[in-house]
């Protein structure tokens, strides 16, 4: 039987364990039940499992049968296991059982199609060398990618190359995009508080207006991009929350706004923050506010390297078809903690789609989102073709 032969067959079981982990959604580093359940699937299969990296992270080894030719060489498969606090509203039999819990970004799917590559691949151990199957907690936003490589990921199990892959509802399933160099954006968190001095709504000279010196910061961080920044290259500032004041006729001591910054590239990054601090104090000290600024960097830009980015587009061709693989598609300015894991070793991350007639297309992250079930054994599939492509 063929790997794809394999997986349709494990098809139902997949969708099993993924509708159990959609009912059960857990948030990042909190994810106990799910990787109880990963653990316990891994050791019912013969496969050696790792608790507790980096929290609730799980890593099953799987050795392969065959003899080594020139070295024993490592990859690493990962999956991520957290859920959103949002609320879910499509109503569907597996839908969250808890309120303010939800898989809206997939990845009990992504979490279901490791499962059901390594289940294929200790059946077969066809292949020479190991594969390391990492179950990370806590991609969204909390780095739980970088919490496992802090407790020891790659020096406890050494990899020569890694791979990852995350669903995306815009493009036909059937289709993968797989870019060239960066696939994500870098994210990084900020807050400014303008301090200025409250005043009666009557008497805005006796005080120092935050308001008014918010609104000029907003605007000074939105000309930030399009006026400092090279035009050919990309940076969004977006500013998510303003909160400021208690009354119409007080002018507030302080207004907050925090937001986001994306970038491509690292070089751009690290030019942002700079003029970002100096646009922000600027614009405040106009109104003679002062501008506290609180500057978060979080995730890198993901970039897949040039190897390993040409494997995974064989990997996905032998699933989809040549025809089937979108080839450097324009980079996405989400972002993803897999970049920290592409940071320390060789890899790439592809994206597969899950958009059919007749299923309307909703966004991850939306309360009426569903991971697509029909991805299971594509996703896993490529995973597992993955290792005969690298340890064959
Ligand atoms: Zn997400
Ligand atoms: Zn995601």
């Given at each position: 039987?063929s790997?794809?032969?394999?997986?349709?067959a494990?098809h139902?079981?997949?969708?099993a364990?993924?509708?159990?982990?959609h009912?059960?959604?857990e948030?990042?580093?909190?994810?106990?039940?799910?990787?109880?359940?990963?653990?316990?699937?891994?050791e019912?299969?013969?496969?050696?499992?790792?608790?507790?990296l980096?929290?609730?992270?799980?890593?099953?080894?799987?050795?392969?049968?065959?003899?080594?030719t020139?070295?024993?060489?490592?990859?690493?498969l990962r999956?991520?296991?957290?859920?959103?606090?949002?609320?879910?509203?499509t109503?569907?039999?597996?839908?969250?059982?808890?309120?303010?819990?939800?898989?809206?970004?997939?990845?009990?799917?992504?979490t279901?199609m490791l499962?059901g590559a390594?289940?294929?691949?200790?059946?077969?151990?066809?292949?020479?060398?190991?594969?390391?199957?990492?179950?990370?907690?806590?991609e969204?936003?909390?780095?739980?990618?970088k919490?496992?490589?802090?407790d020891?990921?790659f020096?406890?199990?050494?990899?020569?190359?890694?791979?990852?892959?995350?669903?995306?509802p815009h493009?036909?399933?059937?289709?993968a995009?797989?870019?060239?160099?960066?696939a994500?954006a870098?994210?990084?968190?900020?807050s400014?508080?303008?301090?200025?001095k409250?005043?009666?709504?009557?008497?805005?000279?006796?005080g120092?207006?935050?308001?008014?010196?918010?609104a000029?910061v907003?605007?000074?961080?939105?000309?930030l991009?399009s006026?400092r920044i090279?035009?050919?290259?990309?940076?969004?500032?977006?500013?998510?929350?303003?909160?400021?004041?208690?009354s119409?006729?007080?002018?507030p001591e302080?207004v907050?706004l925090r937001?986001?910054?994306?970038?491509l590239?690292?070089?751009?990054?690290?030019?942002?923050?700079?003029l970002?601090?100096?646009a922000?104090t600027?614009a405040?000290?106009?109104?003679g506010?002062?501008?506290?600024?609180e500057?978060?960097?979080?995730?890198?830009?993901?970039?897949?390297?040039?190897?390993?980015t040409?494997r995974a587009?064989?990997?996905?061709a032998?699933?989809l078809?040549?025809?089937g693989?979108?080839?450097n598609?324009p980079?996405?300015?989400?972002g993803?903690?897999?970049?920290?894991m592409?940071?320390?070793?060789?890899?790439a991350?592809i994206?597969?789609?899950?958009k059919?007639?007749?299923?309307?297309?909703?966004?991850?992250?939306?309360?009426?989102?569903?991971?697509n079930?029909?991805?299971?054994?594509?996703?896993?599939?490529?995973?597992a073709?993955?290792?005969?492509?690298?340890?064959?």
């Amino acid at each position: 039987m063929s790997l794809r032969d394999r997986l349709d067959a494990l098809h139902p079981e997949m969708t099993a364990w993924r509708r159990d982990f959609h009912a059960h959604p857990e948030l990042g580093f909190e994810e106990h039940r799910t990787s109880a359940k990963v653990a316990e699937l891994l050791e019912s299969w013969g496969i050696e499992v790792h608790r507790g990296l980096g929290g609730t992270g799980v890593v099953g080894v799987i050795r392969g049968r065959k003899a080594a030719t020139g070295g024993n060489r490592a990859i690493g498969l990962r999956a991520d296991m957290d859920a959103l606090p949002m609320t879910e509203a499509t109503g569907l039999p597996h839908a969250s059982q808890t309120a303010n819990r939800m898989h809206a970004c997939g990845h009990d799917g992504h979490t279901a199609m490791l499962l059901g590559a390594a289940k294929v691949l200790a059946e077969t151990r066809d292949f020479a060398g190991t594969v390391n199957l990492i179950f990370q907690p806590a991609e969204e936003g909390l780095a739980g990618a970088k919490a496992m490589m802090d407790d020891g990921l790659f020096e406890k199990f050494p990899c020569d190359a890694i791979y990852g892959i995350h669903n995306e509802p815009h493009l036909e399933l059937g289709k993968a995009w797989v870019h060239d160099g960066t696939a994500l954006a870098a994210i990084d968190y900020f807050s400014v508080v303008i301090r200025g001095k409250s005043s009666h709504g009557a008497q805005p000279h006796r005080g120092i207006d935050t308001v008014a010196a918010s609104a000029a910061v907003v605007a000074a961080l939105n000309a930030l991009p399009s006026r400092r920044i090279d035009a050919l290259e990309s940076a969004i500032v977006s500013i998510g929350q303003i909160h400021g004041g208690t009354s119409d006729i007080v002018i507030p001591e302080t207004v907050e706004l925090r937001g986001s910054v994306r970038t491509l590239k690292t070089s751009v990054r690290d030019q942002v923050e700079p003029l970002f601090r100096e646009a922000a104090t600027n614009a405040a000290q106009a109104y003679g506010a002062t501008a506290e600024i609180e500057y978060r960097r979080a995730y890198p830009p993901t970039i897949n390297t040039p190897e390993e980015t040409e494997r995974a587009h064989q990997g996905a061709a032998a699933v989809l078809g040549e025809a089937g693989v979108v080839r450097n598609p324009p980079p996405i300015l989400a972002g993803e903690d897999f970049a920290f894991m592409l940071e320390k070793v060789p890899g790439a991350y592809i994206l597969f789609g899950t958009k059919e007639e007749g299923r309307p297309v909703i966004s991850v992250h939306n309360p009426l989102y569903d991971f697509n079930d029909k991805l299971l054994p594509i996703g896993a599939s490529y995973l597992a073709s993955m290792v005969e492509r690298e340890l064959g």
